[in-house]
């Protein structure tokens, strides 16, 4: 009998996401700043039912409870939900943290005012999946919200750089670029008929180190995708001395006193019907 894992044909591409997401916390410290401003884009307010989609350690699902949400927030990641849970029971929240996939969130229909995902939902390996997922548990006419990172951008230059050296799960499908989230015409046509009121903003994520091979270093041990790769090309050290250098010349580009000053998109729209 096929288990809903085999009948998944990226089960294990998102086992190895699972596993490589697990050391990410340290990044929280970056991504808290940016939290606020989603959450400010998307007007969370007191009341609102809201889901964090990929929700990491938390760092938006509790920027909108402290805001008087009730928030419910998904990771694939247990150890990051551990964090997660330990950082609300600081601030003192009671929010709902669910491990799972956003390609089958466990919420019935229209349970949510708002459905946010910042640097999350981008991951999700089929972007028709996940946006269904996440239109689906929200209320009609409520709001959708994310940040991603745009193609162009340095961050959305490294996904591409991973994915030339990268070599997928033996016999798996190849998963959908995370950057084309980040992309205006895109984000247009995948969104199309199903929202209205679509807007898109640009915040910048600063992110303190004191070289950009501080920086990498910094990557290698957090930023999941890059930690595997760097694995795989543990056996191949030519390969993986060319991976770092490219990587450096990157994220160059963003590197001015003392931090990377990294773009990111934001998009806000509203549930048609
Ligand atoms: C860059 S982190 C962002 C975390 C958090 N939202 C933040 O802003 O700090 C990406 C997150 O996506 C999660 N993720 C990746 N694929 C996922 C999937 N299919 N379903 C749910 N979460 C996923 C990872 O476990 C990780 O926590």
């Known amino acids: 009998m096929m288990t809903e894992q085999s009948a998944d044909p990226f089960g294990a591409f ?23 401003r989603l959450v400010r884009l998307a007007g969370i307010g007191d009341a609102a039912r809201v889901l964090d989609v990929a929700c990491g350690t938390g760092v938006v699902a509790i920027t909108a409870a402290l805001r008087g949400a009730r928030v419910s ?30 390609e089958a969130l466990p919420w019935a229909d229209a349970q949510f005012d708002v459905v946010v995902s910042q640097f ?6 089929r972007p028709d999946v996940a946006l ?7 209320r009609p006419s409520g709001r959708l919200a994310f940040a991603t990172w745009p193609p162009e951008g340095v961050v959305g230059r490294t996904f591409d750089l991973l994915a030339r050296y ?11 670029a995370p950057a084309a989230w980040g992309d205006v015409g895109i984000v247009r046509e995948r969104l199309g008929a199903a929202v209205r009121g679509l807007r898109f903003a640009r915040g ?15 990557h290698e041990a957090t930023i999941g995708p890059l930690a595997k790769l760097v694995e795989q090309l543990g056996n191949d050290p030519p390969a993986l001395a060319r991976l770092r250098d490219e990587y450096e ?23 048609a019907g």
């Open 73 to 102: 927030a998904l990771d694939l990641s247990p150890a990051l939900l551990e964090r997660a849970r330990r950082n609300a029971e600081v601030a003192g929240l009671d929010i709902e943290f669910v491990e799972g996939d956003v």
């Open 120 to 125: 999350g939902h981008m991951f999700a390996p």
């Open 166 to 176: 990268m070599s997928p799960p033996a016999g798996a499908p190849k998963p959908a």
């Open 14 to 36: 998102k086992a190895m996401q699972r596993a490589a997401w697990a050391s990410f916390a340290p990044i929280e410290t970056f991504t808290t700043a940016p939290a606020a």
């Open 132 to 138: 269904r997922e996440m239109l689906r548990v929200l």
């Open 204 to 218: 910048t994520m600063l992110m303190q180190t004191l070289s950009v091979t501080h920086a990498r270093l910094m």
């Open 249 to 271: 010349a990157i994220l160059a580009d963003a590197f001015e006193e003392n931090c990377l000053h990294l773009e990111f998109v934001m998009v806000r729209a509203e549930k």
